[in-house]
């Protein structure tokens, strides 16, 4: 996925600091997690990765050879298990 642009927007260049992210962190998340699922709800595509020692979920849209991300959310895996479980997430 490194051909890829990602695209900040002000409101999630926001949310990073609001929430004290590392933007090159969260890019790195973007680019090469391995963890991905589609969330049901909203169809966007859900990067899991860990920041420092928090496990975050960084909902995202791809357009074209763009990733668009959304927001991000400090979770854990029980959080992510459970919207597994309920059908909320499936794999990518």
């Given at each position: 996925?490194n051909?890829?642009?990602?695209?900040?927007?002000?409101?999630?260049?926001y949310?990073?600091r609001l929430?004290?992210?590392?933007?090159?962190?969260?890019e790195?998340?973007?680019?090469?997690?391995?963890?991905?699922?589609?969330d049901?709800?909203?169809?966007?595509?859900?990067?899991?990765?860990?920041?420092?020692?928090?496990?975050?979920?960084?909902?995202?849209?791809?357009?074209?050879?763009?990733?668009?991300?959304?927001?991000?959310?400090?979770?854990?895996?029980?959080?992510?298990?459970?919207?597994?479980?309920?059908?909320?997430?499936?794999?990518?």
């Amino acid at each position: 996925m490194n051909e890829v642009t990602v695209v900040w927007t002000e409101y999630m260049k926001y949310r990073l600091r609001l929430r004290g992210y590392d933007l090159s962190i969260v890019e790195h998340i973007l680019r090469f997690t391995s963890e991905r699922y589609i969330d049901t709800a909203t169809g966007r595509i859900m990067a899991i990765g860990r920041h420092d020692s928090r496990l975050v979920m960084i909902p995202y849209e791809r357009v074209g050879d763009m990733l668009i991300p959304v927001t991000i959310h400090a979770t854990n895996r029980q959080q992510i298990n459970s919207r597994i479980k309920s059908g909320r997430l499936k794999n990518e």
